[in-house]
């Protein structure tokens, strides 16, 4: 089975600043995929960035960066240059890659506020 | 639009009354997903669809939920005899498959209210 952590429940940044959202993740599937999304008070979800397990380096898109480390089962968010806009609710998301396995596990969110 | 599209936005009804959300995914995505996320939680995985058969049923929390999916597109999540716990945003989301990089690609959602 799939579990993912992610134990901040809030966080909050000053506006231009750089912030790191934790996740950890627990699975026993040699492949699989780690995903990021933004929800905003608006409600939609939307995707920000994905890792694959066997991808050697962190992936990047944008100000978003993940901070993977494999060996101990982490996913970590880094957003840089933080902006108003970013202030959102942040989910990290896992998938097995085995056959069939194809829905999104999800952690309880982290509530971003970025402060002017 | 090219997204996914959901329909109501917004549903009350009473409990004991049935309804029915629809998703329309994204054109050419052939996997659909249904989840619900309750009121300050993260995504509950309700069902898969991969063309109209649906793989994985497992996240259907009782028989009163059932799904289904047409032509390869357009989806309906029917909840029969609702209760005040059936209240939460009901979200599809469709995909591409076969390259596991794929993101899942959200609708709006359907704010159900049991009253």
């Known amino acids: 089975a799939q579990k993912i952590t992610q134990t901040q429940p809030g966080m909050f940044v000053q506006e231009k600043e750089a912030v790191t959202l934790d996740c950890t993740y627990d699975?026993?599937?040699?492949?699989?995929?780690l995903f990021w999304y933004k929800q905003p008070s608006s409600g939609e979800m939307i995707f920000l960035i994905y890792q694959g397990s066997y991808d050697e380096q962190n992936a990047t898109e944008g100000r978003y960066s993940l901070n993977f480390q494999k060996a101990r089962k982490s996913a970590n968010l880094v957003i840089s240059a933080s902006q108003l806009g970013d202030s959102a609710m942040y989910f990290c998301a896992m998938r097995s890659d085995q056959t069939g396995a194809n829905n999104l596990f999800f952690g309880t969110g982290t509530r971003l506020t970025v402060i002017p | 639009g090219a997204g996914v599209s959901q329909s109501p936005s917004n549903k009350v009804t009473e409990k004991g009354k049935d309804v029915e959300l629809r998703c329309d995914p994204i054109s050419g995505h052939t996997a659909l997903y249904w989840y619900r996320q309750s009121l300050g939680q993260g995504l509950e995985f309700l069902i898969y669809?991969?063309?109209?058969?649906?793989?994985?049923k497992s996240g259907l929390p009782s028989d009163r939920f059932s799904a289904e999916r047409t032509g390869g597109s357009v989806s309906t999540l029917t909840i029969q005899r609702t209760q005040q716990e059936d209240s939460a945003v009901y979200l599809c989301a469709s995909s591409l498959v076969g390259t596991p990089n794929q993101p899942q690609h959200f609708g709006d959602g359907t704010r159900l209210s049991i009253l």
């Open positions: 699975t026993s599937d040699q492949s699989y995929g």
């Open positions: 669809f991969q063309g109209n058969s649906a793989p994985d």
